[in-house]
């Protein structure tokens, strides 16, 4: 079965081909300045030769431009309502756009392009006079709109092959294999990371030093109230001295300590 797309691609090409083949009688009369009678003579004589052409080719013209406007038409009433799944609507922007351009070219086929055929005369002398053009200004106002409308359509069936290319591009590519933190956050991939593993690491430290801190708080004989080591050491130290002192006190204090208790002097020294 032939898509949409393919009918849209194939008639777009054909008619532009169709319309870049004037330009065997536009080149001379639009892109040059000034324009030559020579120029002007040559375009007479080929638009006569295609408007005396077998009905045929106007008959090919049209059924081209109508599959081509029919698919669009069908593709943006699809895009409309949503029709075909996931991303199908976001589309409608490149068949409207098609479906717009496609419009002004028949705009200016109806206008423009059709008027001016209809003033060239379908036979002509052969050979041309020289001053053929000079009694008939109408004919001249003739080719040269031919050949200004002629390039407006190239450019918009160019238009229309580009929006249908990017149309194409954006049903292509699909975002479901991108992670939802590198869409929402403007951070790298491999930023993100990064982080992801610093923070890791810091986890793991943190966890280490919680399980460390109980054992080296209980292997320590100072207590949380004794403050710094050396502060500690130096309390031990005149915890020590007293003692000392206590045990070293005079005989003379003890005696006193013992005759108020009811020893005798005399018991005491037998102690």
């Not at 069908?74 to 098609?98: C, P």
């Not at 086929?109 to 209809?118: A, C, G, K, L, R």
């Not at 207590?223 to 050396?230: D, E, L, T």
């Amino acid at each position: 079965m032939v898509s949409w797309t393919t009918c849209i691609i194939t008639s777009t090409a054909f008619l532009l081909g169709t319309t870049s083949v004037h330009w065997i009688a536009d080149g001379g009369t639009l892109w040059r300045s000034p324009v030559t009678n020579e120029a002007l003579l040559a375009a007479l004589t080929y638009y006569s030769s295609f408007v005396s052409a077998p009905p045929i080719v106007f008959y090919t013209w049209s059924s081209a431009c109508f599959i081509a406007v029919t698919a669009i038409t069908v593709r943006v009433l699809l895009g409309w309502k949503g029709v075909g799944g996931r991303g199908r609507s976001g589309e409608f922007l490149f068949d409207g756009a098609s479906l717009f351009l496609f419009v002004y070219v028949l705009f200016t086929h109806i206008e423009s392009i059709n008027p001016s055929y209809q003033q060239i005369p379908r036979s002509i002398p052969s050979p041309l006079p020289s001053k053929y053009l000079e009694t008939r200004p109408e004919l001249i106002v003739a080719i040269r709109d031919l050949a200004a409308s002629h390039a407006i359509t190239a450019v918009a069936l160019t238009g229309v092959l580009i929006m249908q290319g990017a149309r194409y591009y954006s049903t292509t590519y699909d975002t479901s294999d991108v992670p939802d933190s590198s869409l929402l956050s403007p951070v790298s991939p491999s930023a993100s990371s990064i982080d992801l593993v610093r923070q890791g690491r810091s986890a793991a430290e943190s966890d280490e030093v919680k399980k460390e801190s109980p054992t080296k708080l209980n292997a320590s004989p100072v207590s949380r109230s004794s403050g710094s080591p050396r502060r500690s050491l130096t309390a031990s130290v005149r915890k020590d001295g007293r003692r000392d002192r206590s045990s070293t006190s005079s005989p003379r204090r003890s005696t006193r300590l013992l005759a108020t208790n009811g020893v005798s002097s005399s018991e005491a020294n037998d102690l």
